[in-house]
């Protein structure tokens, strides 16, 4: 059974910090890794993408990558309110079709 | 690009109706996906297409779900008979090449 596992939080920080947000999953053959954010009431929208070890930045958001130790991370700069939501870590699994496994989320909250 | 579009976005009906939901994927992506989401369960994947294919309907409940996507630009999911715990907020997405997902709105189904 392929898992991803988040911690569900809630992660509270205040403004202006930063946000970090992790992930394991359990497939070794995983190629490519995805964050999702998601607001109350609201679909899923994809904010980053990581396909190789190392840092990806995108403005505010870095995402990490570690394949050996099988661990994404999403690391969110100056954080601000309207930051608060559930973050989905998401791993593509190795069987065509870009099926992708979801992780349970992780709640953000961002105090003013 | 309109994104991908689901349709109703809020569905009520009664224990042992059946339900359809509808969803048109963003032009040129050649996966589809169902997926359901609850408090309890987070995001399930119920079935995906890749090419108008069914790939994987591991995840469909059980007979009473079904789903079609009869051409590239459409798709249903039907539950027939449905059943209080049916009630969910159904999401379709789509994507193109091993790429994030866009995902639709959602169809909120309450079943009462």
């Known amino acids: 059974q392929k898992e991803v596992e988040q911690n569900s939080g809630p992660l509270s920080v205040p403004e202006g910090a930063i946000a970090s947000l992790n992930c394991t999953y359990s497939d070794r053959v995983s190629q490519s890794f995805f964050w999702y954010r998601q607001y109350s009431g609201k679909s899923p929208e994809l904010i980053m993408s990581i396909y190789s070890n190392g840092d990806k930045e995108d403005g505010r958001f870095t995402a990490q990558l570690n394949k050996a130790s099988q661990y994404v991370s999403l690391l969110i700069r100056d954080s601000q309110p309207s930051d608060s939501a559930t973050y989905l870590c998401a791993v593509g699994a190795d069987t065509g079709g870009f099926k992708t496994i979801f992780g349970a989320g992780t709640r953000l909250f961002v105090k003013a | 690009d309109a994104g991908v579009i689901q349709s109703p976005r809020h569905e009520v009906t009664e224990m042992g109706q059946e339900v359809t939901l509808r969803c048109k994927p963003i032009s040129g992506h050649n996966s589809l996906f169902w997926y359901r989401q609850t408090m309890m369960r987070g995001l399930e994947l119920l079935i995906y297409?890749?090419?108008?294919?069914?790939?994987?309907d591991s995840g469909m409940p059980e007979d009473r779900f079904s789903a079609k996507m009869p051409n590239a630009s459409f798709s249903t999911l039907k539950i027939q008979p449905s059943e209080p715990r049916d009630s969910a907020v159904y999401f379709c997405a789509s994507t193109r090449d091993p790429y994030g997902y866009t995902f639709g709105s959602g169809t909120r189904l309450t079943v009462v």
């Open positions: 297409f890749n090419n108008n294919v069914p790939i994987d």
